[in-house]
C-alpha cells in the first residue's frame, strides 16, 4: 500500500491512498492502524513529507559509475553521512539555493523508511526493519562538498533532502536487487537515468552496517545512493525524481530569502 502523510484545515494525519484518495488512518503507520473511513480526495489535501525522521543516514558512492563521474573510486566500505532532520521537505516544497554556494547539484535516490526501532539488524531480519520505499532527492552542494573534509553544510543545509511523495509498502529487498528505474529530470529533461540493481551494496546491507553502530528508530531514512548523471540546478528550475513502482517527487528551486 502507499501510505502519505498530509495536512487539510491545518489538521495533519497518515492516509492510505487508493484511487486518488486518502483514507484516513488511526494513529500511525509504524504500529498496527485502522482505517476510518473518512476518505478526503489527494488533490484537497498538502502532502507532507511523509515521515518525520530523527534522522538521515546517507550513503555516498554507492553506484560505480556516479563515483566514477567524480572522479572517486568505489570505497572498500560504505561512505555514511548524515543529513540533519531540518534538511527535510516534502513534495512540492521549495529548495532553497544555499547563498554559500554556486553550485548545488541533484541526486536521485532511492529512500529505505524504517518501520520499528532496530540495532545490529542480521541480513536475514532486514526485510522486518522496513516500512517501506519513497523517493528521495540529496541535494549537495558541490562546490562546498569539494573543499570541506566534512559533508555536513554541502549535504545538509536546509531543504536538501526533499522526500515523497508517499512510502511505497509493497516493495521488498529482492524488488530493488531486480532492479527498479530510477530517473532525475529537471524542466522535463531527462538528466538521470539508472536501476536499483546497480548498486554496489544492496540494501540488506547497508543496514547491517549501519545498525552495526547505531540504533535505527521509526520513521528514520536511509539514502542509498545515486547513479550517475548529477549535474546542476539554478534557480527557478523544477527537479523531479521518479522511481518504478513508487511514484514522483517535484520541487522547484527558489532563492533563497
Not at 500511525?28 to 480526495?41: L, N, T
Request: with cysteine; aromatic share 6%; proline share 7%.
Amino acid at each position: 500500500m502507499r501510505i502519505a502523510r498530509f495536512s487539510i484545515d491545518g489538521n495533519v494525519g497518515f492516509g492510505v491512498l487508493e484511487d486518488g484518495e486518502l483514507d484516513v488512518i488511526k494513529g500511525h503507520p509504524f504500529a498496527e492502524f485502522e482505517r476510518s473511513g473518512q476518505k478526503v480526495p489527494l488533490d484537497k489535501v498538502r502532502l507532507l513529507p511523509p515521515v518525520l525522521p530523527n534522522k538521515v543516514v546517507a550513503i555516498g558512492r554507492n553506484y560505480a559509475e556516479h563515483a566514477a563521474e567524480l572522479g572517486n573510486a568505489v570505497p572498500d566500505v560504505p561512505v555514511t553521512f548524515f543529513k540533519p532532520s531540518t534538511s527535510v521537505i516534502g513534495p512540492g516544497d521549495p529548495i532553497a539555493y544555499p547563498s554559500f554556494s554556486q553550485e548545488v547539484h541533484h541526486e536521485a535516490e532511492l529512500a529505505v523508511v524504517i518501520g520499528r526501532m532496530c540495532r545490529e539488524v542480521p541480513r536475514e531480519r532486514v526485510k522486518d526493519v522496513i516500512l517501506g520505499y519513497t523517493c528521495a532527492n540529496d541535494v549537495t552542494a558541490r562546490d562546498v562538498q569539494q573543499r570541506e573534509n566534512q559533508w555536513a553544510r554541502a549535504k545538509g543545509f536546509d531543504s536538501s533532502c526533499p522526500l515523497g511523495p508517499w512510502v511505497e509498502t509493497g516493495l521488498d529487498p529482492a524488488d530493488i536487487a531486480a532492479g527498479l528505474a530510477i530517473q532525475c529530470t529537471v524542466n522535463g529533461e531527462q538528466r538521470q537515468l539508472g536501476r536499483t540493481s546497480d548498486m554496489v551494496r544492496p540494501v540488506e546491507d547497508l543496514i547491517v552496517h549501519i545498525t552495526e553502530a547505531m540504533t535505527l528508530l521509526p520513521g528514520d531514512v536511509i539514502l542509498t545512493g545515486t547513479p550517475a548523471g548529477v549535474g546542476p540546478l539554478n534557480v527557478g528550475d523544477e527537479v523531479a525524481v521518479t522511481i518504478e513502482g513508487i511514484g514522483t517527487l517535484t520541487n522547484k528551486v527558489i532563492k533563497r530569502g
